[in-house]
């Protein structure tokens, strides 16, 4: 009866039913926040690196900074490739 081989040949589209008193809602909510509250206080070269031995120290490690280390840390070279300290921030 229906078809391209009809008289005129028809589309025949066939939607979804609907039921009797049903009610389907989806709700999608995003919320964002982009301002910083608090900002963490900065260490020094120097700190660090005797915080870092002190924290090993008491988990039964060694340290990882020596004494020469420490000094090297105090000198604020920033050009110093292995005991660099500058204060980026400022």
Do not use: C
Request: proline share 4%; no cysteine.
């Amino acid at each position: 009866m229906y078809g391209p081989m009809a008289s005129d040949g028809i589309i025949f589209i066939r939607t979804k039913r609907g039921k009797v008193n049903e009610r389907i809602l989806t709700v999608n909510a995003e919320q964002g926040l982009s301002v910083i509250d608090r900002f963490p206080e900065w260490t020094t070269g120097v700190d660090y690196a005797k915080l870092n031995n002190m924290a090993r120290e008491n988990d039964g490690m060694t340290s990882l900074y020596s004494a020469a280390d420490i000094t090297a840390y105090g000198k604020k070279d920033p050009n110093d490739l292995y005991h660099p300290n500058a204060n980026f921030r400022i």
